[in-house]
């Protein structure tokens, strides 16, 4: 019994109703516009019959960060490579606003949805819907929390291998520079699942080398640039000898960057005084850093492996076949060593070309 | 007053008429469905009213208690904060993963109590702090809404909790449910400030709360209760915002409250207080939630929604200036 709403009664209500006023007759009149349409005319469907082209809503929670961006345009493109038309929607970080555009989609009678989520519970009854009305969803780069009858596919980072794997090559930076160093971790929005992998990944690389690695401060973002660089500057005057900073996302380093600065410890890599940094993502800012010697590492996401992954789960969905319910993202790990190498395989290092 | 002068000059009669009249926003926003519907896919459709339903409800529970604030003259930033609080001790207290009242028969109806308790209580800190130690109600409202965000994050370490009971889950996805709770207490507002002398009361606190006084208005009762109102319409609203997404978030409505604001404004009810009716805010809140509705339905894209919705609200006010204007003017 969800979502029950008499709207093919709505005219008829309309005229039994006595005319109090010209008011009351007003709102009954807008209310058989918008819940009335059981009686007048359907919704449409996709423009074309036949071997009708396929249109598929996309739906981010926010543009906000490069990499967001990045994924939006990756699934628009794969989209319109494969002839199938694209219907998009921005949520602005508001998990209602995000309900009802998905349901806006379901209205338009799209053959299927790839959104990123607010977060892993609130987008539960948007898949409850999708699933309802038999639209496949395929959710980018975030997963939902698993719940009994909701069904979805998820393409996400492998978030705590390619962490544990980013954090691993810092340490052994770390190793080779002979002394221990007191480190410190940004963690995101810990109720987002992505947040907690790369938490975990980033113990799981320090575990077993305390000897060259002691975590002295964990900075709570929330994935907020503001609250990651007022923990970043206090984390760095209760302990002014930190010299290994990660960051969960690329996207708070200007806020790190603005804190180490104003504690006079920005250095090149290689030079006396430089603290081991690095982050997740892969973002334009984590390029320059790389391309101009401040950045150790980072790892990346492949946008563009989960974007054209997404398209073709949408489509098998529709074709019936069996998809896992989680696609994994390998990554890679770019850093000095690789940069030549691996940067054209990097989303940041092609938004900084465009 | 130019923009009343030229308005009053040239529009034909029964334009003329529709603009002067109270519920301009509700014309507004029939032409504004029967000029979309050609364009917007499924715009006039019963799944499309369902969804707008959705969205609109929650927050026109928490509109119509800022309509009673901003009506005596003060302003109540705390009431998304306060959604956010209910939200999560609420679901703490009914989840059945690790709420702290999870598989008891009395689960959601003390769930439910406590989140109008909280919104109720809350309310009462705000008026307290308001009529009583004479803080204005920006600081009193504005410092609520910085313990409260902040406390609501704290208890829940920022994670969304889940598991709600169905029982309480249909209280916002069942549709029949949600509207009847929502009609009744905006009806209830409605009439309240329109039929009795308390309501009276609230519009004379607004246009001068010291001519009130003297007349024999107890402006610090009025106050009071008007800021526990508003929170006790937050606590409602977080029973439908909650139970609509199956989650007690303690970010819950935390970017809500400029739609909430410009809905209530855009129904007529003045930011300097003593004018203002709950019907206005039900029209306001109607309006931009099709306004949002039909452009995602176009398909526009999400910079260019944000600009033409822009355009429309300042459209949208621009005509409720100049309609106070010529009604200033004649009279």
């Given at each position: 019994m969800r979502n029950t709403w008499p709207g093919a009664g709505g005219s008829c209500l309309a005229e039994s109703?006595?005319?109090?006023?010209r008011l009351l007759a007003a709102v009954v009149g807008l209310g058989v516009l918008v819940v009335g349409g059981g009686c007048g005319r359907a919704p449409e469907s996709t423009p074309e019959g036949g071997g009708k082209r396929l249109t598929i809503g996309v739906n981010f929670e926010t543009l906000q960060t490069e990499y967001w961006v990045a994924g939006f345009e990756a699934i628009r493109s794969e989209l319109k490579k494969r002839g199938i038309d694209v219907v998009d929607s921005i949520a602005d970080g508001d998990s209602s606003r995000q309900l009802q555009q998905i349901r806006t989609f379901i209205t338009r009678k799209v053959d299927g949805i790839i959104f990123v989520p607010k977060d892993a519970r609130t987008c539960i009854p948007a898949i409850k819907a999708a699933n309802e009305a038999g639209i496949p969803v395929v959710l980018f780069n975030r997963p939902a929390a698993e719940t009994e009858g909701v069904r979805s596919v998820a393409i996400v980072a492998d978030n705590r291998k390619l962490t544990r794997e980013t954090v691993s090559f810092m340490v052994e930076q770390a190793r080779q520079s002979g002394r221990k160093h007191k480190a410190m971790v940004v963690v995101g929005d810990l109720g987002d699942a992505n947040a907690i992998g790369r938490r975990d990944g980033f113990y799981d690389a320090v575990k077993g080398n305390e000897e060259v690695v002691e975590v002295v401060s964990e900075v709570p973002s929330e994935w907020n640039q503001e609250k990651a660089r007022s923990g970043v500057v206090n984390g760095l005057q209760a302990h002014p000898d930190i010299s290994f900073i990660f960051t969960s996302s690329d996207f708070l380093f200007p806020a790190i960057v603005a804190a180490l600065k104003s504690a006079n410890k920005y250095h090149k890599v290689g030079?006396?005084?430089h603290v081991i940094l690095g982050g997740f993502d892969g973002d334009a800012t984590a390029y320059q850093m790389l391309e101009e010697g401040y950045l150790d590492a980072t790892g990346v996401q492949d946008v563009y492996f989960e974007a054209e992954q997404s398209v073709q789960a949408v489509l098998d969905l529709l074709a019936g076949k069996e998809v896992p319910a989680l696609i994994l993202d390998p990554g890679f790990v770019i850093h000095q060593g690789n940069l030549h190498d691996l940067k054209d395989r990097m989303w940041g290092a092609r938004v900084m070309g465009r | 007053m130019a923009i009343g002068m030229r308005v009053d000059g040239w529009l034909p009669g029964w334009l003329k008429r529709g603009v002067l009249s109270d519920h301009l926003i509700l014309w507004l926003s029939v032409a504004y469905v029967l000029g979309m519907a050609p364009w917007a896919t499924g715009f006039v459709s019963v799944s499309n009213a369902q969804t707008i339903l959705a969205y609109l409800l929650p927050v026109l529970v928490v509109s119509v208690g800022l309509t009673l604030v901003l009506i005596i003259g003060g302003i109540d930033l705390s009431v998304t904060s306060i959604i956010a609080l209910a939200s999560v001790l609420g679901a703490k207290v009914m989840s059945g993963e690790d709420g702290w009242m999870a598989g008891n028969a009395l689960a959601v109806p003390v769930g439910v109590l406590v989140m109008l308790a909280v919104g109720l209580g809350l309310g009462a800190v705000n008026g307290f702090t308001v009529a009583v130690c004479r803080i204005p109600a920006f600081i009193a409202t504005l410092t609520t809404m910085m313990f409260v965000s902040g406390f609501a994050i704290w208890v829940t370490l920022s994670r969304k909790i889940g598991g709600l009971p169905a029982g309480f889950v249909m209280l916002g996805q069942n549709l029949w449910v949600a509207t009847v709770m929502a009609v009744a207490v905006t009806w209830l507002a409605h009439g309240f400030l329109s039929r009795t002398l308390y309501g009276r009361w609230f519009y004379a606190v607004g246009q001068n709360a010291r001519a009130a006084l003297v007349s024999g208005v107890p402006v610090g009762r009025v106050t009071f209760w008007t800021y526990v109102a508003s929170g006790g319409f937050a606590g409602l609203s977080a029973i439908l915002f909650t139970a609509g997404l199956e989650t007690g978030n303690p970010e819950m409505a935390r970017d809500n409250l400029l739609d909430v604001v410009g809905a209530v404004v855009i129904g007529g009810?003045?930011?300097?207080?003593?004018r203002g009716r709950v019907l206005g805010t039900v029209f306001g809140v109607l309006f931009l939630a099709l306004v949002d509705n039909s452009l995602n339905l176009v398909g526009l894209t999400f910079y260019t929604i944000t600009m033409v919705k822009g355009g429309v609200i300042l459209g949208a006010a621009l005509l409720d200036t100049a309609r106070t204007r010529i009604l200033a003017r004649t009279g």
């Open positions: 109703i006595t005319r109090r006023s030079t006396p005084g | 009810t003045s930011l300097y207080g003593g």
